[in-house]
């Protein structure tokens, strides 16, 4: 005997899964850098630049808040029930990622890292504002399906972040098989890992949620397995 699980469970089971890890990874990194305190930094900090410390700050404090506000922007029943809350918490959503985003980009700069990890934050970075931008432009023009696609494309980009830190937690116990693994290994693999599938996720659902039923409603013939 099969048991299905209906689709709308299904979903709401994929949402609260999203909403769970986004929400403790956030609040566990704005706890470690509302402190202030440069010594409970997680990632090696530049010797050489005393603004560096400052940089994670200003990152991870209004990207933990987009990090907060991205999954009940997705629920639908809020947004139905109340669209002023779901317009405010969208404004607070954009200024935050500006910020953060910004912020990433000179954090990048200062990284010990290496090249590879520089040059796939500064791509996620560039990527972030260019999704927001269309996201929000579309939404301003009234095409919710568009400002639908452009959002889920841009919090996939957001949600990078929990699957990073997925992957680093996996990095650090395969240390103890591995000790030559180095923290920057570890990091890079992690920090191209998490933008590669959350991208690939994200299409998926951009093409069988959103762009799929649409083509479906416009050419019946299709569905119905005639050539059009
Ligand atoms: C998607 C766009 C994002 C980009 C481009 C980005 C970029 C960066 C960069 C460049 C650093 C510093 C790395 C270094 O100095 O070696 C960093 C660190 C950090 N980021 Fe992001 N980030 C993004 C999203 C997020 C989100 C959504 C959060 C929410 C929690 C977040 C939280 C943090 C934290 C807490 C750190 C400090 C390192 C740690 O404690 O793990 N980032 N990020």
């Known amino acids: 005997m099969t048991f ?8 709401r089971i994929a ?12 609040l566990f990194s704005a706890a470690t850098y509302l402190t202030g305190d440069p010594t409970l930094s997680r990632i090696p900090l530049n010797p050489g630049i005393a603004l560096h410390y400052l940089t994670i700050v200003l990152h991870a404090l209004p990207a933990s808040l987009v990090l907060l506000i991205g999954p009940f922007q997705f629920a ?3 947004r139905a029930r109340r669209p002023k809350l779901h317009r405010v918490l969208g404004r607070v959503y954009v200024v935050s990622m500006i910020f953060a985003a910004v912020a990433a980009l000179v954090a990048a700069t200062f990284s010990v890292d290496g090249i590879s990890s520089q040059i796939a934050f500064y791509l996620l ?4 504002l260019y999704t927001l931008y269309r996201g929000y432009t579309f939404i301003r023009q009234g095409q919710i399906q568009l400002h639908r696609i452009w959002m889920i494309r841009n919090y996939a980009l957001s949600f990078a972040a929990v699957v990073l830190r ?16 180095s923290f920057a290994d570890i990091y890079t693999t992690s920090a191209w890992g998490s933008i590669t599938i959350c991208v690939v996720v994200a299409e998926y659902f951009v093409l069988n949620r959103t762009i799929a039923p649409l083509v479906r409603k416009r050419q019946p013939g299709e569905r119905a397995g005639i050539p059009s």
């Open 4 to 11: 299905a699980v209906p689709r709308r469970s299904r979903r």
């Open 15 to 26: 949402w609260a899964a999203v909403a769970v890890s986004a929400v403790g990874v956030a």
């Open 76 to 78: 639908q029943q809020l």
């Open 125 to 128: 970075s560039v990527a972030w």
């Open 166 to 181: 997925g992957f680093l937690g996996i990095g650090a116990a395969m240390q103890g098989i591995f000790p030559t693994l």
